[in-house]
């Protein structure tokens, strides 16, 4: 992770916090370009290196099935049923498709139905206030937007590790890069959007992952929305 920061402090305060430098160390701007196969960082950089006992990565969809798996035996699974809205019945949730069929009732309900979350409150009439404090319920769909570049793009340099700072950038395992994101609250919009990508491309020129003089006209708007 690159940032603006200070060697000799931050390995000190590494040290008072009994850190061990092989799990993170913080390391000055040329050796951070030198280990991410970089020409150089922006000048006044630095940044944390974890090491390989600190790092690493995961797939969520895997993850996700393997917990799945895991606490099958706990509960019962029925893909394939959209949820139009939820009742209270008694002292039970009701779920209910579209032509009111009740799919399965309990007496205790999780909510996790992401950005849709809030349609979802609407058609079950339970999108005004907390029962509890009468509070609003504090929901925002928030959207963000990812770049893709192929392997061989104008001005690429993908890095060596992955990068992120005023931004993010991960090597692909085709030699393409992923980079972003943006955020912005309160948007729905599942569409790529071109000013979305240069703001991607901005972040991706500071981190130093792609040449400053490539314009982005020159580059394909690839990536992905989500929430």
């Given at each position: 992770r690159v940032g603006a920061g200070d060697l000799h402090g931050d390995r000190a305060r590494l040290a008072r916090a009994g850190l061990d430098r092989d799990w993170v160390d913080w390391i000055d701007g040329d050796e951070a370009a030198r280990r991410c196969g970089l020409p150089a960082l922006?000048?006044?950089t630095g940044g944390w290196w974890f090491g390989a006992g600190a790092a690493g990565w995961l797939c969520p969809?895997?993850?996700a099935q393997a917990l799945w798996r895991e606490a099958s035996a706990a509960f019962d699974f029925?893909?394939?049923?959209?949820v139009q809205r939820v009742e209270r019945v008694g002292a039970r949730w009701r779920l209910l498709d579209a032509q009111g069929r009740v799919l399965d009732e309990a007496p205790v309900l999780v909510?996790?139905?992401?950005?849709?979350?809030g349609g979802l409150l609407a058609a079950s009439g339970l999108d005004g206030a907390l029962?509890?404090?009468g509070a609003a319920w504090p929901l925002s769909a928030v959207r963000g937007q990812t770049t893709v570049l192929p392997p061989g793009a104008p001005g690429l340099r993908a890095p060596a590790c992955p990068l992120s700072g005023a931004g993010?950038?991960?090597?692909?395992t085709d030699g393409g890069l992923l980079t972003g994101a943006t955020s912005q609250h309160h948007d729905e919009d599942a569409t790529l959007r071109p000013e979305d990508q240069s703001r991607n491309?901005?972040?991706a020129r500071r981190l130093g992952v792609l040449?400053?003089?490539v314009a982005d006209e020159a580059l394909p708007l690839a990536g992905k929305v989500g929430w």
């Open positions: 922006a000048a006044g969809p895997e993850v029925h893909p394939g049923q959209v909510l996790a139905a992401g950005h849709r979350l029962p509890q404090d993010y950038a991960l090597r692909l491309l901005a972040q040449d400053e003089g």
